[in-house]
């Protein structure tokens, strides 16, 4: 456990202090110690008493005092600081929502190295953030070689995004859609547990996309595949919830589990999955492998088309 530290030598300089300190060590300093240090121009200092501010650690809750320690942090090129000042203003977390903001400390903090800040930044590019219209900011190139970058350093959800491109031709002018190169990079978050590319990689593989022999040189096969589907849907992922759903109900691919089907359909349809909707109303409605329950199923259908 770490020893609180509460005082340093008063022959010891800002630059001495700090020079033996990590970020790791703050949390173990007294406040009275951080505030010292932060006003002293510690900028790892500064960083910690905005955390502490920010989550009421130590000190009363004051997201303003907050802001101003990120942003003397920031100042001072703290990587850490300029990301999550990036954040807030992505967000409007305790800021006025400013994505010209976000993009500016995001870019700082990436030229500094941070991968979190480079990954906002291929989002801001791709438009992921634009409600409306693309932004001054919209740049598929830009986060095109952010997403590779970050994939290739093993970042899961980079590899997911670039999945998706390949997936889906979505760059057809500066990278062709390629379906071998989306498999690869599906494979490679899932490898990490990301539970969305493990629904993409097993939906590829049941829908055809993939030939059967580059699946099986990753020892990928269908029980991979059904393996995948219901730890995403375990996940949450309604699109996972209503393709295991669907193939209980089916029973082409598995055995045929009509009441498994309505538990993981329900699941589905009550986080808005429209095709879950529809086939658990039917399944319930026409009686397809349980009694006829037309009242419930119309209930249900009223419930769904209030929701939409």
Known sequence: MATEVTSFKTTSTIKQITSEL???????????????????????????????????????????????????????????????????????????????????????????????????LAFIYQGLYDSDSPSNFYNPQHAL?????????????????????????????????????AWYWFGQAAIQGNKMAQYMQAKMYLDGDIETAIAHASHFDIQQALDYYQAAAIDAIPEAQYALGHLLQQGNIIKKDTQSAIFWLTKAANQGHTAAQYELVAILYFGQGITPQPKKAVKLMQQYASHN
């Open 22 to 120: 990590s970020v790791d060590d703050y949390p173990a300093l007294s406040i009275a110690t951080v505030i010292s240090l932060a006003q002293q121009g510690d900028a790892n200092a500064q960083l910690h008493l905005g955390w502490r501010y920010a989550f009421g650690h130590g000190v009363t809750k004051d997201i303003d005092k907050a802001l101003v320690y990120y942003q003397l942090a920031a100042k001072q090129d703290n990587a850490l600081a300029q990301t999550i000042l990036g954040i807030r203003y992505l967000n409007g977390d305790g800021v006025i929502q400013d994505i010209n903001q976000a993009h500016k400390w995001f870019t700082q903090a990436a030229v500094l190295g941070n991968d979190v800040a480079k990954l906002n």
């Open 145 to 181: 070689s952010l997403f590779q970058q970050l994939a290739k350093q093993g970042d899961d959800i980079a590899q997911l995004h670039l999945a998706y491109i390949y997936y889906q031709g979505s760059y057809a002018d500066i990278l062709p859609q390629d379906w071998q190169q």
